[in-house]
Structures are given as C-alpha cells and as structure tokens.
C-alpha cells in the first residue's frame, strides 16, 4: 500500500475493520455490515485526528467475526485496540472511535 507522512514525519499506516470488494461504481459489501460502519467510523476519527495517515481496512482476509486495529510504522506492529476476547453483548466487539484515536496518540507519543 501507499503511504502518506503521518504528521510524526513517520510514514504510519493503520489496518482495521471486515473485508470488502469494490466492484464498479458498487459500495463495498463491507460497508453494509455492522464491520463496515464500524471501520468507516474509525477511519474518520483517525484521519480527523491524524490527517497524513493511511488508513487501510483490511489489506488480507480479516479472522472471522473479528474486529481489529494495528498501527503499522515502519516494519513494527502495534495493536490499538481488538475486540476478539471481548463480548457478548455483540456491541463491545467494536471501539468507541476516540479510544482508538487516544491508543494512537498514546503510541505516538511514547515513540
């Protein structure tokens, strides 16, 4: 993938959300799930935070029924935030979106 200078000056991109196709003019399939929704509000609250990053959703076939956010900078990974051991009730699988920004902050910071 592309990668844009974070405002770090590190180049910094971010993976997360369910996997999707785009096909023609057609809006992803992921974009019509709860994973989707999820992930585009996400990405906003990253890029609203963090405008020079790239934020990527799902780069390879994502676990299934898994929601998770990686900060890629460099070759390193770093986890934001995953939802895997977390639930039922369904809806503490996804983050509140400024969790993720303050993870990414906190991260950023402490580099």
């Given amino acids: 993938p592309q990668r844009d200078e974070a405002q770090s000056g590190r180049s910094s991109d971010i993976y997360g959300g369910e996997e999707g196709e785009r096909r023609g003019g057609e809006r992803p ?39 998770e956010i990686t900060l890629l900078d460099g070759g390193k990974e770093t986890s934001l935030w995953t939802g895997i051991k977390k639930g039922p009730p369904r809806k503490l699988k996804f983050p509140q979106p400024d969790s993720v920004v303050a993870a990414l902050q906190e991260v950023l910071k402490t580099e």
């Fill in 29 to 67: 399939k992921c974009l019509e799930s709860v994973y989707g929704r999820n992930a585009e509000e996400v990405k906003s609250a990253l890029l609203a935070a963090r405008p020079g990053l790239t934020v990527v959703l799902n780069p390879e076939k994502p676990r299934r029924n898994s929601f």
